[in-house]
């Protein structure tokens, strides 16, 4: 099944796409051009596909038409390259090219075709039969399960730009033998010179070859590209990004130069989970063991306090070092908010030092007049000490009324350090039973400290854990969902990555 669209849009014409098992066509040699202005540089989809092959022709015009919502995948972790198109699916790209390039088209008024009646596809066959931009194969027919072929492709992607955009692309220009005659020549011919579409390495265009799904994405994709540049759409702002990683600058040792390059090469806020320059926060210990790695990054960092932080008075330099983006002197909790829908706490877990983390003390109080203030935003919260945790210093229930309070607010995530391992928990209620109305949390103290192996059993709520891996935790936030993905540094393992529904 055709997943939907990984950020909600209003689209009322377009439905959810329900893919059946096909079967595959031959591989395509057609190659993928640039898309400067509709696709963002990198890895745009939620989680990437391990079907689509990294570094195939086509895998960057896959990401791009997801984020586009244009497309998803054939189930939540797969986006199906070589499965075929029916007529019907094709019907349902268009709509939302159409959709989210500029507004959705109007609703049919009547029902146009017999054969796709009570089909997720139909309004988008209705309103593109109305619109006068598909038609039919005979009377009141519209053959939704009949495969779509490269010609027909280029036909619709021919028409969908021009009702987008109001120009007539030229005609003319005979690009290929193969389909002289043919009855989409004409539209083959424009798309190949609009850049929409191309041909295979022996001159050919094989218009009546069967369309892949990655080959799909190469061509609509193109076709938002033209509309952007045209200045007909501007591209939709992508998610939120958390980069989340604690435990990090040692002299000395490369693992926290690793990590920065790790940090620096993802967009988004770094949220620092405590513990920034080994061993005891001083001056110069942020000068030599934080400065040359991570301090280029600093205007990107949201940090949390960590203890090694406080083995100098007061955390002196961890204040000094990050100033206002710390929050307040002596106390150091703070929020912000990250897209449209999304809160973010930073929170103290230096408990005695600050006044206390126990129900009334002034960082609950705090905590529970900023949490009600956020409105329905989602929320995610982080701080040094985990809550939970299977590592060797164990579970740590000072924070446990700060924990309560977001459990109360409908908190999604809580992010952590403190051991030098990484762990994802399941979602669990405050007393750390696993419940699927819980929060989720993260042990990522993998920043560049040495890590520090497992001397006990995991918990009954660990999902998964390691030792074994420096790295950072990039956490995509979208508006009804989050993913998260660990990326190891260079020669260590990839540990975990996946998505989840907000709550």
């Given at each position: 099944?055709?997943?939907?669209?990984?950020?909600?849009?209003?689209?009322?014409?377009?439905?959810?796409?329900?893919?059946?098992?096909?079967?595959?066509?031959?591989?395509?040699?057609?190659?993928?051009?640039?898309?400067?202005?509709?696709?963002?540089?990198?890895?745009?989809s939620?989680?990437?596909?391990?079907?689509?092959a990294?570094?195939?022709?086509?895998?960057?015009?896959?990401?791009?038409?997801?984020?586009?919502?244009?497309?998803?995948?054939?189930?939540?972790?797969?986006?199906?390259?070589?499965?075929?198109?029916?007529?019907?699916?094709?019907?349902?790209?268009?709509?939302?090219?159409?959709?989210?390039?500029?507004?959705?088209?109007?609703?049919?008024?009547?029902d146009?075709?017999?054969?796709?009646?009570?089909?997720?596809?139909?309004?988008?066959?209705?309103?593109?039969?109305?619109?006068?931009?598909?038609?039919?194969?005979?009377?009141?027919?519209?053959?939704?399960?009949?495969?779509?072929?490269?010609?027909?492709?280029?036909?619709?992607?021919?028409?969908?730009?021009?009702?987008?955009?109001?120009?007539?692309?030229?005609?003319?220009?005979?690009?290929?033998?193969?389909d002289?005659?043919h009855?989409?020549?004409?539209?083959?011919?424009?798309?190949?010179?609009?850049?929409?579409?191309?041909?295979?390495?022996?001159?050919?265009?094989?218009?009546?070859?069967?369309?892949?799904?990655?080959?799909?994405?190469?061509?609509?994709?193109?076709?938002?590209?033209?509309?952007?540049?045209?200045?007909?759409?501007?591209?939709?702002?992508?998610?939120?990004?958390?980069?989340?990683v604690?435990d990090?600058?040692?002299?000395?040792?490369?693992?926290?130069?690793?990590?920065?390059?790790?940090?620096?090469?993802?967009?988004?806020?770094?949220?620092?989970?405590?513990?920034?320059?080994?061993?005891?926060?001083?001056?110069?210990?942020?000068?030599?063991?934080?400065?040359?790695?991570?301090?280029?990054?600093?205007?990107?960092?949201?940090?949390?306090?960590?203890?090694?932080?406080?083995?100098?008075?007061?955390?002196?330099?961890?204040?000094?070092?990050?100033?206002?983006?710390?929050?307040?002197?002596?106390?150091?909790?703070?929020?912000?908010?990250?897209?449209?829908?999304?809160?973010?706490?930073?929170?103290?877990?230096?408990?005695?030092?600050?006044?206390?983390?126990?129900?009334?003390?002034?960082?609950?109080?705090?905590?529970?007049?900023?949490?009600?203030?956020?409105?329905?935003?989602?929320?995610?919260?982080?701080?040094h000490?985990?809550?939970?945790s299977?590592?060797?210093?164990?579970?740590?229930?000072?924070?446990?009324?700060?924990?309560?309070?977001?459990?109360?607010?409908?908190?999604?995530?809580?992010?952590?350090?403190?051991?030098?391992?990484?762990?994802?928990?399941v979602?669990?209620?405050?007393?750390?039973?696993?419940?699927?109305?819980?929060?989720?949390?993260?042990?990522?103290?993998?920043?560049?400290?040495?890590?520090?192996?497992?001397?006990?059993?995991?918990?009954?709520t660990?999902?998964?854990?390691?030792?074994?891996?420096?790295?950072?935790?990039?956490?995509?936030?979208?508006?009804?969902?989050?993913?998260?993905?660990?990326?190891?540094?260079?020669?260590?393992?990839?540990?975990?990555?996946?998505?989840?529904?907000?709550r």
């Open positions: 099944m055709d997943h939907p669209p990984v950020r909600a849009r209003t689209v009322a014409v377009a439905v959810a796409v329900t893919l059946l098992a096909l079967v595959a066509a031959p591989a395509s040699v057609a190659t993928a051009s640039g898309l400067p202005s509709a696709c963002p540089g990198g890895d745009v939620e989680d990437g596909f391990p079907d689509v990294e570094g195939t022709v086509h895998e960057h015009a896959v990401d791009c038409v997801v984020w586009w919502e244009v497309a998803a995948g054939v189930r939540v972790d797969r986006y199906g390259p070589a499965w075929q198109l029916h007529r019907a699916q094709m019907a349902s790209f268009m709509a939302r090219v159409l959709a989210v390039t500029g507004g959705p088209l109007p609703a049919a008024e009547q146009h075709f017999d054969d796709d009646d009570g089909s997720v596809h139909e309004p988008a066959i209705d309103a593109l039969a109305e619109a006068g931009l598909v038609r039919g194969v005979a009377d009141r027919r519209f053959a939704p399960r009949a495969i779509v072929t490269r010609g027909q492709m280029a036909s619709f992607l021919v028409r969908v730009y021009e009702h987008r955009t109001g120009e007539t692309l030229p005609r003319g220009g005979d690009h290929f033998a193969d002289d005659g009855a989409h020549e004409a539209n083959i011919d424009a798309a190949v010179a609009a850049g929409f579409a191309n041909g295979y390495d022996d001159g050919t265009f094989r218009p009546d070859q069967p369309v892949r799904r990655d080959e799909m994405a190469s061509f609509i994709a193109r076709v938002l590209d033209a509309v952007v540049e045209g200045g007909y759409a501007t591209p939709p702002a992508p998610d939120p990004v958390l980069v989340a604690g990090i600058g040692v002299c000395g040792y490369d693992r926290d130069e690793a990590t920065a390059r790790l940090a620096a090469a993802q967009r988004g806020t770094i949220v620092t989970l405590g513990d920034h320059a080994y061993h005891s926060g001083t001056t110069e210990e942020f000068e030599r063991c934080w400065e040359p790695s991570w301090g280029p990054l600093e205007d990107r960092v949201r940090p949390s306090a960590g203890n090694h932080d406080y083995l100098t008075e007061d955390a002196g330099p961890y204040f000094d070092r990050f100033g206002a983006a710390a929050g307040t002197r002596g106390e150091g909790w703070y929020s912000f908010d990250v897209g449209e829908d999304w809160h973010v706490v930073s929170l103290n877990s230096n408990c005695s030092l600050v006044g206390g983390c126990h129900a009334g003390s002034p960082q609950e109080r705090w905590l529970r007049s900023d949490l009600a203030a956020a409105g329905d935003r989602r929320i995610v919260a982080y701080w000490h985990a809550r939970f299977s590592g060797r210093h164990g579970s740590d229930a000072r924070t446990d009324a700060l924990w309560r309070a977001l459990e109360e607010h409908g908190a999604d995530l809580v992010l952590a350090a403190h051991e030098h391992s990484y762990e994802r928990l979602p669990v209620d405050p007393d750390g039973r696993a419940t699927a109305d819980g929060i989720t949390s993260f042990v990522v103290g993998t920043g560049g400290a040495w890590l520090r192996s497992f001397d006990r059993g995991p918990l009954a660990t999902a998964t854990r390691s030792a074994a891996s420096h790295g950072i935790l990039v956490v995509t936030l979208g508006d009804d969902h989050y993913s998260w993905d660990f990326v190891p540094v260079p020669g260590d393992r990839a540990l975990d990555r996946g998505r989840s529904a907000t």
